[in-house]
């Protein structure tokens, strides 16, 4: 998700998002592990996608 998509989503819509990414990245890092990925910045993606969703929904707390 883009950061603009992220800011226009609901907070219901971020936490289906958010337990999604966690998801792809555990199944990427398994993945990686048994065989190594063709492309491993897979993972340094999905990583930042997750910190980005988790941060929107802090802020959203927060305010």
């Known amino acids: ?3 603009s998509e992220i800011k226009n ?4 819509e971020l936490q ?4 999604d ?4 990245f555990i199944d990427l890092k398994m ?10 910045i897979q993972l340094r993606t999905q990583k930042r ?3 980005r969703i988790a941060t929107e929904l802090t ?3 927060v305010q």
Do not use: Y
Request: aromatic letters at 0%.
């Open 21 to 24: 990414s966690k998801k792809a």
């Open 59 to 61: 802020n959203r707390e």
């Open 16 to 19: 289906e998002a958010l337990a």
């Open 1 to 3: 998700m883009k950061q």
């Open 31 to 40: 993945a990686h592990t048994i065989s190594p990925l063709e492309n491993p």
């Open 49 to 51: 996608a997750i910190a």
């Open 9 to 12: 989503a609901s907070t219901a």
